[in-house]
């Protein structure tokens, strides 16, 4: 069967491959997983048919028969269980390319998300100068024990991945702060999830979106 996931209509990143369909996008081309998307409007968000796929009115959703999932990180642990590809069949590997995703959403993605949200939230506030050096140390703090970690290694453990798939995509977030780039191994290991083609199919999947609706606008104007 056939899945289908969700993504935005217009996604708010001009189809640069940072909206969280992206990461399970990727998921289903590692695998070789055909799918489906349908795009929601931020209107239809907040409806009732997509508040019963989603209770927090956001993307991506993943359905495949009765089954319908939320949040990427559980979505993507579903891909990879029932998929070959981005699991280590070893047991004690697969527990631990678990824990890096766990690690990628819960421990790295925070610091970074809100430092990301610091010039929307609190950009006109007094403080908000003052307070960007100390998101960017905290961010630092994180990234200085991931690298140490990362050291040499083209991934986190072995063989690329889930755990790598989720970590290059919250790296991502960091992109024009400058931040990932003061670390040489991080860079070029976030250069190398990019170099993969499933992770190409799945950005240009999704520009593809940004592409057609944009020309679209614009044939109306």
Avoid: C
């Avoid at 678990?98 to 403080?127: H, N, V």
């Avoid at 003061?182 to 593809?208: H, I, K, M, T, W």
């Amino acid at each position: 069967m056939i899945p289908t996931i969700t993504a935005f209509e217009q996604s708010p990143d001009e189809g640069q491959g940072l909206a969280r369909d992206m990461r399970v996008r990727w998921a289903l081309e590692e695998v070789g997983q055909p799918y489906e998307v349908r795009l929601v409007s931020f209107k239809e968000l907040k409806q009732p048919a997509h508040l019963a796929l989603h209770p927090f009115g956001q993307i991506p959703t993943y359905q495949e028969g009765d089954l319908a999932l939320f949040e990427t990180g559980s979505i993507i642990f579903h891909i990879a269980q029932r998929h070959p590809g981005l699991l280590p069949k070893n047991e004690n590997a697969r527990a631990r390319a678990i824990t890096w995703m766990f690690a990628a959403l819960s421990t790295m993605e925070p610091p970074i998300i809100e430092r990301e949200q610091i010039p929307y939230a609190e950009g006109d506030r007094p403080w908000h100068a003052e307070r960007v050096p100390l998101m960017d140390d905290r961010v630092r703090v994180r990234l200085d024990q991931l690298s140490n970690r990362l050291g040499e290694a083209d991934w986190l453990d072995g063989a690329f991945s889930a755990g790598d798939l989720m970590m290059v995509m919250v790296l991502r977030r960091l992109e024009g702060t400058g931040l990932v780039e003061e670390y040489p191994n991080l860079s070029a290991y976030v250069a190398r999830g990019q170099a993969r083609p499933a992770y190409q199919r799945a950005f240009d999947a999704q520009l593809a979106v940004f592409t057609a609706k944009s020309g679209s606008q614009t044939s109306r104007l």
